[in-house]
């Protein structure tokens, strides 16, 4: 079910998925894995659980807030919001963008960096003082985690999300 509204659209699907929705960057499982392997071989989907990181990708091109995936009794919702600006985000929405741009750099052989999350909010401000607040938040929330095999400088750090 597609669901729009002024600020937001909301796609459900039935069911839960069998992997969880913080892992729906790096991972792929079909519920029907049959049906999944049918429709591949038809030209209709891929099969490779790339979708996600379509979307997510998109949503820091036109720098959006980040998509909230969210998991019911009897359904998965993926909230994707209208663009907001980064002074009116609320501080979950700031730690799933940081979050979820973690996992993108991380799934494509990088690493996030202070610069990178400056950049995936598009952000040209002076105030450089609340990115690093972004990631300290996103760390203490245990959704990242420095990568200390690159520096132990802060000023250079680079960082991994949770599960890596």
């Given at each position: 079910m597609i669901e729009m509204y002024a600020d937001r659209v909301e796609v459900s699907n039935p069911g839960t998925p069998p992997i969880s929705v913080e892992r729906f960057i790096d991972e792929f499982r079909s519920r029907n894995e049959r049906l999944a392997d049918f429709m591949r071989r038809l030209g209709i989907c891929e099969e490779k659980g790339s979708g996600v990181d379509k979307v997510v990708k998109a949503a820091e091109v036109f720098q959006l807030p980040a998509p909230d995936f969210r998991v019911g009794e009897v359904r998965t919702t993926a909230l994707l919001f209208a663009h907001q600006d980064f002074a009116v985000m609320s501080r979950?929405?700031?730690?799933?963008?940081?979050?979820q741009h973690?996992?993108?750099m991380y799934v494509s052989n990088q690493r996030m960096s202070d610069q990178s999350l400056r950049e995936r909010f598009g952000s040209?401000?002076?105030?450089?003082?609340?990115?690093p607040l972004v990631i300290g938040a996103a760390d203490e929330a245990g959704a990242i985690k420095a990568d200390e095999s690159e520096t132990s400088s802060t000023r250079?750090?680079?960082y991994l999300p949770f599960w890596a």
């Open positions: 979950t929405d700031r730690v799933r963008a940081c979050y973690c996992c993108l040209r401000s002076r105030r450089l003082l609340r990115f250079y750090a680079r």
